[in-house]
C-alpha cells in the first residue's frame, strides 16, 4: 500500500518535471527542429539561483516573487544560447550543426557552475512541508510541481491560441513555408521558443529545486529523461508529453521497488528503446515518414 | 575489380595499376603518421614521461575518435556511444586480466571481443531510427553504462575499481618505447590506415551512397542495412581496440573513467576536425583534450569550460571542421573546372545489340504492369494503370502534375508497394519483390535532382556497385578502363548539372540494366544539353537494348525520341500509342488539361 | 510596380529561369503559362524571395528585393499565395485570417477588410470556427485567397491557384482576383489551365524552358498557337 502512494506521488511528481522538461523540448522543436540537450542545465541553473538568492525563511510573497524574477532570467539565459545555436544555421549548408552546438553549450553551461557552485549538491530547504497519503508522508512540494506541469500546458495552449506570436509559433509547425509567404519572421520566432523553454525550465529549476537533487553534473539526466518522455508522447505533442512524463515517472520508482534503485536510468532507458523500436512517432504521435 | 571474363581485356592495358588509396588520402596518411610518430616517441626518447603519457593516452583516444570518424564520416551515422564501448573493452579486459588472472595479450582480445557485442547491440536501433533519434539512443547508453557497472559491483568491483599488473610496463625496447607505447603507436597508424582504405575501397562508397540517400542505394542494389552494421562493426573493433589499450597504460579502471563525457569528446573531436577528412580527429583530440588538461590551465574546472568553448568556436567558424576548411580551401585554390568530359556514346558495347526481332520484342515485353492500384489517404494515385515496355524501346509516360508518374515510378523501384495490380520484369512475376532485388534484377532508376556525391571523383562515382554477371554487359569494359585516368582526376563538385545527370546515368547502366527508369531527366537542362540527352536514349535502347520509361515534362523531347507514348491523369491512362498515332488531340490533353472534379462542392 | 531585368535562377546548378524580363504595373493582371518544369513556379519564388536569382535584378517599388526574404516582403506588401491551396490546417478559419496581421501595415484596418473578404466568400463566415482542414479544397484556396487580401497587398502572386480544385470553382477564384486587380493590386498568375484563366488576363506570358517565348494580349492567343508555342515549335 505503502508503495502504491510513493509510486503515485513521488512517481507523478518526478514524472511531472520529466514532462516539463519533455514540454519546454517540444516548443523548441517545433519551432525549429531542434532538441536542445542543453535543456537540463537550464533547470540546475533555476535551482542554482535559488539557492543563492533565497533567504532563509523567505515568506510566500518573496519565495513567488524571486521565483518569477529566476524564471524570467533562465528565459533570456536560454535565448542568448539560441541565438549562438541559430547563428550557423542561417547557412542552408549546416543543418545538423545545433547537435554539436547545443552539446557544447550544456558543457559550458555544466562548467561554469561546477567553476561557481563546486561539485557539491544544491541543497535548497522545502517550504512547504509534507502531506499524508497511504500511510507515508510526502513533501507537498510533489503535487505542486504536478500543479506546475499542468499550469504549463493551459499556459501554452492559451498562448497559441490568444496571442499572435503563439499563433504564427503554431502555424509555423505546420506549415513552415506557408508561415513565411505570410510574413513570419522564422528566426524571431525560433528565438522565442528558446525564450519561452526557458522560461518552462527556469521555473522548473527553482520551484523543484528542494526535491531534485540537483547538482552540477544533473543536468545531462534531466535532459534524457526529458526526450525520453517527449519521445513516447511524441515528439512535438505537448499533451503527449504531458501525460508521459508521470508514466515514465511512475514506472521508474515502480522500478526502484521491483529491481532495484540502481537501474532506475537504465530503465528509463529501457522504455525509450522500446519505443523507438516499436513506434517511433510515440504513443500519441501520427505515424509520420519512418526516420529511417 | 574487373570481371573475370574482362581479365584478357585488362592485361592489354599496361598502365592498368589498382590503385588502394586516393591520391589525396595518401597525402593526409602521410602526415597523420608523421605526427602521431612525432607525439609518441620524441616525448619517450627524451625522456620525458609526463609528455610521454599524455600523448599516449591522446593517441588511444585518437584511436578511438577515428573508428567513429569512419563511421560517422562514410556511413553517416550518430553515435554517442563509443565511449561505453571504449569503457566495455577496458572493463572486459580489466576484469580478465585483474580478477581473473588471464594473460594480458588474451585479456585485450577479448576487451575487443567485447566491445563488438555493445557495438552489435547498439547498431541495432540505428537500422530502425537515424539522425538525432539515434544521438539520443546512444547517448542514454552511454550515460546507463557507469550505471550498470555499478549495478553489479559484485562482478565489476565497482567501488573499488580494478587494479591489474601488466609484464613489461616500462622496460624499453628502443627510441624510449615499451611494448605498450610500440602497440599504441602502431594500432593509432593502423587506425588511420584502415579509415584511408575504406575511404578509398568501393566498401566506403557504398557506404557513403547509402548514408546521403537510402534511396539511391536501394536502386543501385545496395542495402542501407547491411552498411550500417558492417560500419558499426568496423567501429567497434576499432573502439575496442583503444579501449583495451587503455588497461596496461593505467594499470587501474573504474566506472569514472568512461562517463557520458568521453563519448562527448570523441564526437566532438570528430567534428571539429573535419567529418570527411583523415586526420581531423588529430587536430580534434589534441585541441579538445591535450590542450584544455594540459597546455593552458591548471585548474579542473576551467579545463571543461575551455574544452566547451573551443567546440563551440569552432562549430560557429568553421563549420565543416578544421581540416575540413583547409581542404575547402585548397580545393578552392588548386581546383579547375573541368570541360565536359563524361560522355556515353564511347562506352556502349557494340556488341550489344538486342538478337530479338520487332515482333518477338513485343510479345515479351520486359516490363510489364498490370492494374496497379495505389491509394494515399484516399487519393488514387494510381487507378488500375496498365504499361507495356518493350526491350530496346523508349517508352514516354507524360501528364500533368498528380497523375501518378512518380507514384508509378516508386512502385516500380520497389519504393511503394502497389495495393493491387502485378508487375512483372521479362516475363517474371516481380510484385512482391524488393527494392534490392529489383536493382539487382536489372531495374535501374535514376532521380530528379541526380544523386551523385560532391566529394567523390567522377570514377568513384561510377564504380560504386559490382558489375552485374549474368547478363551482357551495357558498358564496354575496355572503354571505361580508358576513361578511368580522366574521371579520376576529377571531383564531381566542379561538372556541370547536366555532366552530373549523365554521370548518374553511366553509374546506373555499370549494373547492366534491362530496363531504365529515368524521372524528368531533362529537368534543368539547357536545350543543347536536352538534344544531347535524347541522342544518350537512342543510344542506350537502340544499341544496348535496354527498356527506357522516360517520365518527362518536356513534350517536344518525348515525341521526339520515344517510340511510343502514354499519356496518364489521375492515376490512369488517356492514350496510348506512337507519336503519329497520338495526334494534338492527346498533345493539348497533356498540355492544358483542366482541373477534373477533384471534389464535389 | 514590379519590375524584372535578365532575372536567373534556379536549384544547385540547374538553372530553371534563364533571363526573364517582365514588368507589372498596379491593376494589371498577368498570365503566365507554359509547359511543366518549365520555370513557372521558380519564378514565381524567385520574386517572393524564397530563392535568390544568380543573375538579374528584381525592383519592387522602386527597391531591389533580390536579397529580401518572403516575410520581409510580405511586410512590405508582396505577397505569393503557394500552390496547392495551402493553408494551416489545425487553424480555425478565422485563426487562419488572423495570421494576416503579420503583414498588415494598418492594424485597425483588419477587422473592416475581413468583412469585406467574407462578403465576398460568405462560405468562409458559415465555417468561421471551424478547423481548416474540414473545409474542401476549393474552399481552402478561398481561404488562402482571403487571407492575402485582408493584409492588403500591392503585389500578389499566385501560383497554380485552380490545382486540385473543382472546375466549377476556378472561374469565381479568377474572378476574385480581377476584383481585386480592379482595386489596384498588380497580380501574377500562374496557371496551368490556361483556357479558363485567359480571358481574366490583361496580358499572356509564355514561358518556356525558362524563357519568355511570347507576349501580349489574350486575344492573340489560340489553342494551335499556345500548342506550338509549348512545344517549342511555333512563335
Avoid at chain 3, 194 to 209: G, S, Y
Wanted: some cysteine; glycine content about 10%.
Amino acid at each position: 500500500m505503502e508503495e502504491l502512494g510513493i509510486t503515485l506521488v513521488r512517481g507523478i511528481g518526478e514524472g511531472s518535471v520529466y514532462a516539463l522538461v519533455a514540454m519546454s523540448m517540444n516548443v523548441i522543436f517545433n519551432a525549429s527542429g531542434i532538441l536542445n540537450l542543453a535543456q537540463g542545465e537550464f533547470v540546475v541553473l533555476g535551482g542554482l539561483f535559488a539557492l543563492l538568492f533565497l533567504p532563509t525563511a523567505p515568506g510566500t510573497a518573496v519565495w513567488i516573487g524571486l521565483g518569477i524574477a529566476v524564471t524570467l532570467a533562465v528565459g533570456a539565459m536560454m535565448a542568448v544560447e539560441g541565438y549562438v545555436v541559430l547563428l550557423p544555421l542561417r547557412s542552408s549548408v549546416e543543418q545538423h550543426s545545433w547537435l554539436v552546438t547545443t552539446l557544447a553549450a550544456a558543457v559550458i553551461i555544466q562548467s561554469l557552475i561546477l567553476i561557481f557552485q563546486g561539485p557539491d549538491p544544491i541543497v535548497v530547504d522545502n517550504p512547504f512541508g509534507t502531506f499524508d497519503f497511504l500511510g507515508v508522508s510526502h513533501p507537498i512540494l510533489y503535487p505542486v510541481l504536478t500543479g506546475l506541469a499542468i499550469l504549463t500546458f493551459v499556459g501554452l495552449r492559451w498562448f497559441q491560441t490568444h496571442t499572435l506570436l503563439g499563433l504564427t509559433m503554431n502555424a509555423l509547425r505546420q506549415d513552415l513555408e506557408a508561415a513565411r509567404a505570410a510574413g513570419a519572421s522564422v528566426r524571431r520566432l525560433q528565438l522565442s521558443s528558446f525564450a519561452i523553454a526557458g522560461l518552462i525550465v527556469g521555473a522548473t529549476g527553482f520551484f523543484g529545486a528542494p526535491l531534485l537533487g540537483l547538482s552540477q553534473s544533473a543536468g545531462i539526466s534531466f535532459a534524457l529523461n526529458g526526450f525520453v518522455a517527449a519521445v513516447i508522447g511524441g515528439l512535438g505533442n505537448q499533451l503527449g508529453a504531458l501525460i508521459a512524463g508521470p508514466a515514465v515517472g511512475m514506472l521508474s520508482v515502480l522500478s526502484i521497488f521491483t529491481v532495484g534503485g540502481e537501474f532506475k536510468q537504465a530503465v528509463a532507458f529501457a522504455l525509450l528503446i522500446g519505443v523507438l523500436l516499436l513506434r517511433p512517432e510515440g504513443v500519441f504521435g501520427r505515424p509520420a515518414a519512418r526516420r529511417v | 575489380m574487373t570481371v573475370a571474363g574482362d581479365a584478357a581485356v585488362t592485361s592489354r592495358h599496361a598502365s592498368s595499376r589498382r590503385r588502394w588509396l586516393r591520391r589525396d588520402t595518401r597525402l593526409e596518411l602521410l602526415i597523420g603518421t608523421i605526427v602521431v610518430g612525432a607525439t609518441t616517441i620524441l616525448p619517450l626518447a627524451t625522456g620525458s614521461i609526463y609528455w610521454g603519457q599524455v600523448f599516449l593516452l591522446a593517441n588511444i583516444y585518437l584511436i578511438a575518435a577515428v573508428s567513429l570518424n569512419i563511421l560517422r564520416g562514410e556511413a553517416g551515422q550518430i553515435s554517442f556511444g563509443q565511449g561505453a564501448i571504449f569503457g566495455a573493452s577496458a572493463y572486459a579486459t580489466a576484469m580478465a586480466a585483474g580478477l581473473y588472472g588471464v594473460h594480458i595479450g588474451l585479456a585485450m582480445a577479448i576487451g575487443v571481443l567485447a566491445a563488438l557485442v555493445f557495438g552489435a547491440l547498439l547498431s541495432l536501433p540505428a537500422l530502425r531510427v537515424q539522425g538525432y533519434y539515434l544521438a539520443f539512443v546512444t547517448v542514454a547508453a552511454a550515460v546507463v553504462f557507469p550505471e550498470l557497472l555499478r549495478a553489479f559491483d559484485e562482478h565489476t568491483q565497482a567501488i573499488t575499481g580494478i587494479s591489474v599488473f601488466v609484464p613489461g610496463v616500462g622496460s624499453t625496447l628502443f627510441l624510449g618505447m615499451d611494448w605498450v607505447a610500440v602497440a599504441i603507436l602502431g594500432f593509432a597508424i593502423a587506425a588511420l590506415a584502415a579509415h584511408a582504405l575504406i575511404r578509398s575501397s568501393r566498401l566506403g562508397r557504398q557506404m557513403r551512397v547509402a548514408a546521403a540517400s537510402p534511396e539511391a542505394a536501394l536502386s543501385l542494389g545496395i542495402s542501407p542495412g547491411y552498411m550500417r552494421v558492417a560500419a558499426f562493426g568496423i567501429s567497434s573493433l576499432g573502439t575496442g581496440v583503444a579501449g583495451a589499450l587503455y588497461v596496461p597504460l593505467f594499470g587501474f579502471v573504474s566506472p569514472g573513467a568512461f562517463p557520458i563525457a568521453l563519448s562527448i569528446l570523441f564526437y566532438f573531436a570528430v567534428v571539429v576536425g573535419g567529418e570527411s577528412t583523415i586526420v581531423g580527429p588529430i587536430a580534434g583530440v589534441y585541441l579538445l583534450h591535450v590542450l584544455p588538461n594540459n597546455v593552458l590551465t591548471e585548474f579542473v574546472e576551467y579545463r571543461l569550460l575551455t574544452y566547451g568553448l573551443i567546440a563551440l568556436a569552432i562549430m560557429l567558424f568553421f563549420p565543416t571542421g578544421l581540416i575540413g576548411t583547409v581542404r575547402e580551401w585548397l580545393n578552392r585554390l588548386f581546383e579547375r573546372p573541368v570541360d565536359p568530359m563524361v560522355s556515353i556514346a564511347p562506352l556502349v558495347d557494340e556488341r550489344q545489340l538486342a538478337a530479338l526481332s520487332k515482333e518477338e520484342s513485343a510479345e515479351r515485353p520486359v516490363l510489364r504492369v498490370r492494374d496497379a492500384t495505389k491509394s494515399f489517404g484516399g487519393v488514387h494515385a494510381l487507378d488500375g494503370m496498365s504499361l507495356d515496355v518493350r526491350s530496346g524501346e523508349i517508352h514516354g509516360l507524360v501528364g500533368p502534375n498528380g497523375s501518378g508518374k512518380t507514384t508509378l515510378l516508386n512502385a516500380l523501384s520497389g519504393f511503394v508497394r502497389l495495393e493491387s495490380g502485378e508487375v512483372a520484369i521479362d516475363g517474371v512475376r516481380a510484385t512482391r519483390w524488393s527494392a534490392r532485388r529489383r536493382a539487382r534484377d536489372g531495374l535501374g532508376r535514376t532521380f530528379q535532382t541526380p544523386r551523385v556525391f560532391e566529394d567523390m571523383s567522377v570514377w568513384e562515382n561510377v564504380y560504386v556497385t559490382r558489375v552485374a554477371t549474368g547478363r551482357a554487359a551495357s558498358l564496354s569494359p575496355a572503354a571505361l578502363h580508358n576513361a578511368q585516368a580522366r574521371w579520376e582526376s576529377v571531383r564531381v563538385a566542379t561538372l556541370s548539372f547536366g555532366q552530373r545527370r549523365l554521370l548518374e546515368i553511366v553509374r546506373v547502366l555499370r549494373s547492366s540494366p534491362r530496363i531504365l527508369l529515368l524521372d524528368e531527366p531533362a529537368a534543368g537542362l539547357a536545350p543543347e544539353e536536352r538534344s544531347r540527352l535524347g541522342n544518350v536514349l537512342r543510344l542506350l535502347s537502340r544499341r544496348a537494348g535496354i527498356g527506357v520509361v522516360l517520365v518527362e515534362h518536356d513534350l517536344r523531347l518525348v515525341w521526339n525520341v520515344a517510340d511510343r507514348i502514354t499519356v496518364m491523369d489521375e492515376g490512369r491512362v488517356l492514350y496510348s500509342g506512337t507519336p503519329a498515332e497520338l495526334g494534338n488531340e492527346a498533345l493539348e490533353a497533356v498540355l492544358m488539361l483542366g482541373r477534373r472534379d477533384a471534389e464535389s462542392d | 510596380m514590379l519590375s524584372l531585368t535578365d532575372v536567373h535562377s534556379g536549384y544547385g546548378r540547374a538553372s530553371a529561369v534563364r533571363g526573364v524580363d517582365l514588368d507589372v504595373a498596379p491593376g494589371e493582371l498577368v498570365l503566365i503559362v507554359g509547359p511543366n518544369g518549365t520555370g513557372k513556379t521558380t519564378l514565381l519564388r524567385t520574386i517572393a524571395g524564397f530563392l535568390k536569382p544568380s543573375q538579374g535584378s528584381i525592383i519592387f517599388d522602386g527597391r531591389s528585393i533580390v536579397r529580401a526574404s518572403p516575410e520581409a516582403l510580405a511586410r512590405r506588401g508582396l505577397r505569393l499565395i503557394l500552390a496547392g491551396h495551402r493553408v494551416f490546417p489545425e487553424l480555425s478559419v478565422s485563426d487562419n485570417l488572423a495570421l494576416a496581421k503579420l503583414s498588415l501595415a494598418d492594424r485597425p484596418s483588419y477587422a473592416k477588410r475581413v468583412e469585406t473578404v467574407l462578403e465576398m466568400f460568405p462560405i468562409l463566415s458559415e465555417r468561421l470556427r471551424q478547423p481548416a482542414r474540414d473545409l474542401s479544397g476549393g474552399q481552402q484556396q478561398y481561404l488562402a485567397l482571403a487571407q492575402a487580401f485582408v493584409s492588403n497587398p500591392r503585389v500578389l502572386l499566385c501560383d497554380e491557384p485552380s490545382l486540385g480544385i473543382a472546375s466549377g470553382l476556378v472561374r469565381s477564384i479568377l474572378e476574385f482576383l480581377r476584383e481585386l486587380a480592379s482595386r489596384g493590386v498588380a497580380i501574377v498568375v500562374v496557371e496551368q489551365a490556361v483556357e479558363a484563366a485567359l480571358e481574366f488576363a490583361d496580358r499572356v506570358v509564355v514561358l518556356r524552358q525558362g524563357v519568355i517565348v511570347a507576349e501580349g494580349p489574350p486575344a492573340e492567343f489560340d489553342r494551335d498557337r499556345l500548342r506550338d508555342l509549348f512545344l517549342g515549335a511555333g512563335r
